[in-house]
């Protein structure tokens, strides 16, 4: 185990591994990523070469099991250079986690060794265009006709749709069964006959990351990919994004480093009035505050991760208050680190400006930062 805040020798090893991946092989691919805009593969070979692809897998299924604080370090170092490659890790293990928390040996073994291998990717469904922080109002439906259940619906806001091969899909399976206790989870397949996709969303940020619905027009699974229990997929669903949320946080610390590491550069060679501008002191002033939101929100999802692998009872305030915080400082820092280039961050010859219009989403996605208020305002009453 590690410690609540510092991590260990090894995790440092895997964060100058990671990094050295980052700016060899992803970093120099995050403006063409973003302009183009196009799937960074160049980052997906990287980090299937290098087993960051999907390292949350356990060692059982040929996953290489590293432990909570890993896997956001890892998320973190890939966001630093490019956000958009940062989210191959972070939804592979927001797809499978709910097949490794709440699946059967059986489906566990079916599903994850691919992954692992970095032979297939994993999505995960659960919004819909009336369905987002109300999630418990979804209007996909799965019947049961025998031992099969037939898929009718639309998910939508689905992160790297149409690249991954595997999708955990939650589907109500009682309508008139209560709120809540009536949705189901599912692993649907890519090559699932009457399974397509829509659009890709044309976004802000995160440009290189497909978005697109998922269109099920009866489409017919077998019993056996139910994840978990009939009706106990809203819960597992919740549960999975208590862990993951931490990997937004992590997400969201990354891209803040990338844009303080490019400013300070900045400050340091840029001169006006016969001096360098990191010599003024309203520019350290900035400066500073920085790099104070960067620290506090990577010690706060460093401790979330921790709660995360030891699977503590306040990890789901823990989860909230890291992605709240991290994401929000992001915003401030990129923002920052805009200003601080003038003009210059302005336009994209800097990567600046992407790295503030990457860091938005961070406030949005599982769960805006206004429902992580609500949940920890909740867990604070009690």
């Known amino acids: 185990m590690f410690d609540l805040y510092q ?5 440092e090893e895997i964060r100058a591994a990671v990094r050295a991946v980052v700016d060899d092989k992803i970093a120099p691919f995050a403006a063409e990523v973003d302009a183009e805009p196009r799937y960074p593969q160049e980052a997906h070979d990287a980090l299937v070469d290098t087993d960051f692809f999907a390292a949350h897998i356990p060692e059982e299924y040929g996953g290489v099991g590293a432990d909570a604080l890993a896997v956001s370090i890892i998320i973190e170092e890939v966001a630093r250079g490019c956000a958009a490659s940062s989210l191959i890790p972070a939804v592979n293990k927001l797809g499978s986690l709910p097949v490794q928390l709440g699946g059967s040996a059986e489906i566990r073994q079916r599903y994850l060794p691919a992954v692992a291998r970095g032979e297939a990717g994993f999505s995960y469904g659960l919004s819909e265009r009336e369905a987002g922080s109300d999630t418990a109002s979804m209007r996909t439906r799965a019947v049961r006709d025998g031992d099969d259940w037939v898929l009718n619906g639309v998910k939508t806001w689905i992160t790297n749709a149409g690249i991954s091969e595997y999708y955990t ?12 206790r ?10 699932d006959p009457g399974f397509t996709f ?12 497909p978005t697109r619905e998922l269109f099920f027009e009866n489409v017919r699974l077998p019993g056996d990919r139910v994840i978990g229990e009939v009706g106990a997929g809203l819960k597992l669903a919740l549960s999975t994004l208590d862990h993951t949320r931490v990997t937004i946080a992590a997400q969201a610390v990354g891209i803040a480093q990338g844009a303080l590491d490019y400013a300070l550069g900045y400050v340091r060679e840029r001169k006006q009035f016969g001096k360098r501008i990191a010599d003024f002191q309203g520019i350290q002033f900035m400066l500073a505050d920085m790099g104070m939101k960067l620290e506090a929100a990577r010690q706060l999802t460093y401790a979330a991760a921790a709660k995360s692998e030891r699977g503590d009872s306040d990890l789901s305030y823990f989860g909230a208050a ?7 400082a992001a915003m401030e820092i990129t923002t920052d680190a805009v200003q601080l280039l003038g003009g210059a961050g302005y336009v994209v010859d ?33």
């Open 7 to 11: 991590p260990t020798e090894e995790h």
């Open 198 to 209: 829509g659009s890709k969303e044309r976004k802000l940020g995160i440009k290189g990351s």
């Open 322 to 328: 890291a992605k709240a915080f991290a994401s929000d």
């Open 169 to 180: 899909v939650m589907a109500v399976t009682d309508p008139d069964g209560p709120r809540g």
């Open 350 to 382: 800097h990567p600046v400006e992407r790295m503030m219009r990457d860091a938005k989403i961070t406030q949005i996605y599982e769960g805006t930062n206004q429902i992580q208020r609500l949940v920890m305002g909740r867990k604070l009453l009690g």
């Open 182 to 191: 009536n949705i189901t989870a599912f692993v649907v397949e890519k090559s």
